[in-house]
C-alpha cells in the first residue's frame, strides 16, 4: 500500500470517527429513558445504551468517554435522553446526573385500590387504569378460600420502589406486605371465629374506614360481629360511599337506599369484598375483637364514638350528638 493510500485511510478514518462522534444524531429516535444500575462498568452502560437505541456503536460511546477520562464515573439512576443525539449530548445527560433509580411512595391507612393506583401513577409507576386491572385480575387464596381480587390486601405503608416497575409489581410488592402483616395467629383467630380470612379482612376495611382511634377498633368489630350474629344489617356509611361514583362528606336518604351490595342498610351481612386496604391496627382488631354487648355507636367527636346496647340508648346517643 502506498503513502498516498495510508494517508487517505488515515484521514478517512479520522473523517467516520468524527462523524460518529459528533455527527451521527439519528439515535435515539424518540425521547428515550433507561436505568443504570449500582456498579455497572463503562462497557455495560455503552452495551445498555446500545440496547436501548441511544447510540449506534457502543464502542464508540466508551472511547469518547475514555478521551474525557470519565471511566467510573456515571452514577447509578435513571436517565432520560430526548431524541437525536450526538456522542457529547449523550455524555452531558449522564454527567449531569439523573434521577434515583428507586421512588418512594407512601399508601395512607383506608385508601382503596383506586386512590392507591392515582397515587403510583403520579410517581410514574404505571397508570391507574393499570393498577386497577391486575387488582381485579388477581386473587389470592387462604385455607382454600379465595379473595374478589386485591381490594383489601394492599398493605398501606411506605414502599420504595424503581422507576421502571410495572402495576404487577407494586401490587406484588404491597400483597407480600400484606401477608407478614396479618396477626400471626391468624389462621386460629379465624377458626375461632367461625369466619373466613377475607370476611375478617373485609371486617378490618369497615372498622379502618370507621374507626378514628385505635382503643376503639377492637370495640368496633365486636360491633360489627354482634350484628352479624343477630342477623342485623351492619349500617355502615362507608360501604355506601365506596359503592357511590363520586365521594361525598355526607350522606343522603337517597344515598342510603342505593341498589348495590355494597349497601349494609338494605342487604345484611357483609359487603363482598373489602371497601379499603386497612392497615395493621384494624386487622389486629378484626381478628381480636372486644368481647362486649354493644349494637350500636354514634360518633360523638374528637375522634371519639359512644356504643351502646340498645336501641333506647343509640337513639338518645344520636338525639346528645348529632343535633
Known sequence: M????????CIAAAA???WAAFGDTERPEQSTSIVIAEGSSLSEIARQLGDAGIVRWPIAFVAY???RDRNATIQAAQYTFGPHLALPAVAAVLSQGGRPPTVWITIPEGFTAAQIGGVLQSHGIGTKSEFLAVVADTDLRFNGVETRGLEGYLFPDTYQLRRDATSRDAADVMTA???RKLPRDYVGAARKLKMTIPQIV???SLIEREARVDIERPIMAGVYYNRLRLGMPLQVDATIEYALPNHKTELSLSDLK???PY???LYTGLPPTPIANP???SLQAAFHPAATEYLYYVYKGGGRHEFSTTLEQQVEAERKHLR
Open 2 to 9: 502506498t503513502l498516498a493510500a495510508v494517508v487517505v485511510l
Open 16 to 18: 467516520f470517527c468524527y
Open 65 to 67: 468517554e475514555r478521551l
Open 177 to 179: 406486605t400484606f401477608m
Open 202 to 204: 373485609t371486617a378490618a
Open 258 to 260: 342505593i341498589d348495590s
Open 263 to 265: 349497601n349494609t342498610y
Open 279 to 281: 392497615g395493621a391496627a
